[in-house]
T-cell receptor, first 114, second 114 residues
């Protein structure tokens, strides 16, 4: 039981390049999330997927797109990377219940955009 | 708008002494409150949560937190700190009727000195 896995762990991009961050969970959770973590700002929600087949914008969606490929996988795509997207990206998942539930986080992807 | 404040960027405490990491929140309605811990180069790990009921919540690794509705606070405490408790701590709130989404505080870095 690996929990939430993310690939890659590290990535360096040049401005304008594109890439996709991959996330998978093996806990049979319905909901999945993408956050970015910047110093002094905590975690900010980029996009989330409440259930398979649905995605919604979070607090900071500009410059990103997501795909909920199936119940297990939720990917984050940067179409044209900018230096402002240099950050640590975390994927998380949770069961979707009647009230907000514990989110389980992956180990993160450290992205640098030059 | 929902918000979470962690008024201290850094908390230093000697090993064996009690520790407190502060969290206050602003949310409409009844909140659901969480504490997470992040060790260096790792994802966030769940510590404890308050949903309803007893205002004192006990969690992992000997941590506890007290929900105070009148002061809109949810401070994290531990009676006797360990050096291994040194990490970054995040408070998060999920307002009722806000789906599964959290608002995270900026984080407090705890250093436990031997």
């Amino acid at each position: 039981n690996a929990g939430v896995t993310q690939t890659p762990k590290f990535q360096v991009l040049k401005t304008g390049q594109s890439m996709t961050l991959q996330c998978a969970q093996d806990m049979n959770h319905n909901s999945m999330y993408w956050y970015r973590q910047d110093p002094g700002m905590g975690l900010r929600l980029i996009y989330y997927s409440a259930s398979e087949g649905t995605t919604d914008k979070g607090e900071v969606p500009n410059g990103y797109n997501v795909s909920r490929l199936n119940k297990r996988e939720f990917s984050l795509r940067l179409e044209s990377a900018a230096p402002s997207q240099t950050s640590v990206y975390f994927c998380a998942s949770s069961e979707q219940g009647a009230y907000p539930d514990t989110q389980y986080f992956g180990p993160g992807t450290r992205l640098t955009v030059l | 708008a929902q918000s979470v404040a962690q008024p201290e960027d850094q908390v230093n405490v000697a090993e064996g002494n009690p520790l407190t990491v502060k969290c206050t929140y602003s949310v409409s309605g009844n909140p659901y409150l969480f504490w997470y811990v992040q060790y260096p180069n790792r994802g966030l790990q769940f510590l404890l949560k308050y949903i309803t009921g007893d205002n004192l919540v006990k969690g992992s690794y000997g941590f506890e937190a007290e929900f105070n509705k009148s002061q809109t606070s949810f401070h994290l405490k531990k009676p006797s700190a360990l050096v291994s408790d040194s990490a970054l701590y995040f408070c998060a709130v999920s307002p009722k009727n806000y789906g599964q989404n959290f608002v995270f505080g900026p984080g407090t870095r705890l250093s436990v000195l031997p």
